[in-house]
């Protein structure tokens, strides 16, 4: 017998497809994708399908839903965090984060990560597999259906590298962004990545109008290369070029991230190499206090040192933000929940 497909991973063309291949009417599809985001559960509850075509899509898909397996709520800022677990059995992390303009999921795009970022907690099991569209979909929905209420802002910035799955994650956006899908507008996701090259061309080559974020989190490529091992691959100079190549298609602002670690990428010094790589670009640097994970070895940055570090951007002219710090007391860093569950 054939493998039952994922309902969640089929857009609006797929499903016309489908049903011109089984010889049934093709308006069918527009019915069947409106009660994926009314969020059936059951190709029953499609109460204007006739009995026919329920069985036919019985057979041939299922409809995704994560299960929480592990949850945890922080009162003081209302975010949550999710261990959720996918039809095979493994597990992924999201956040929920509540902010005055709405609701923002943060969202994994893979189970586990190839990148293996020194300070980060996703790639310490290595890599499993790739999300495909549909599961991330059901990561906000799933999200949406334990809050009850609608996620207006989605990042991609849980465990994964968006761009080392590609195909998939543009299907994502283009699926969560469908007025007759989640209608979560453009403008309202960042996807981030840790800067694979060529997929920055490719993405702006796609004209699409969500907000593309950069962990940079070093001004030189000796800091760069021991924190990330992209780096050895697509250094910082390819980088800005992609980067500038970027901005110049879209019109778009990038944001950098970068996450302070003590006496590692946070000196003054540090700070000038960066405003000086940024200067003129059309950009916004997030720094990002670094989340202690256990056995690492980093640190977070003093007070002080952040100050210092913002002053100097803001001085030479580039526009910083400091990141609040949401959800620190519930493991609320990449990876981290995962890792202390398994
Ligand atoms: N792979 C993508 C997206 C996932 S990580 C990327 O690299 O951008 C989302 C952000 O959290 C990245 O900027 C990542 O570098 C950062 N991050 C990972 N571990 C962290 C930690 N311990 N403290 C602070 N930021 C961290």
Known sequence: MEQKMNIKDYDIQDLEHY????????FRASQVFE???KDAAHFC????LPKQVIEELDKDFYIARHKIVELQHSKN?????????LSDS???ECVLMEYTYGKTACISTQVGCKMACTFCASAIGGFIRNLSCG????????????????????VLMG???PFDNYEEIIKFLKLVNSSKGLNVGMRHITLSTSGIVPKIYDFADEQLQCTLAISLHASDDATRNALMPVNKKYNIGKLMEACKYYINKTNRRITYEYALIKDINDSADAADKLARLLRGQLCHVNLIPMNTVEGKGFEKSTKQAVAKFRDVLEKQGIEV???RELGSEIDAACGQLRRRVQ
């Open 77 to 85: 800022d209302n975010t949550r965090k999710y261990l959720f677990e």
């Open 321 to 323: 933000t400091v990141r």
């Open 90 to 92: 493994s597990t992924v």
């Open 45 to 48: 509850e499609m109460t204007n």
């Open 35 to 37: 009660w994926i985001y």
């Open 19 to 26: 049903f011109t291949e089984k010889k049934l009417p093709k």
């Open 135 to 154: 599961e991330m979909l059901e990561e906000v929905m799933a999200i949406s259906r334990d809050v009850k209420d609608r996620i207006s802002n989605i």
């Open 159 to 161: 465990m994964g590298e």
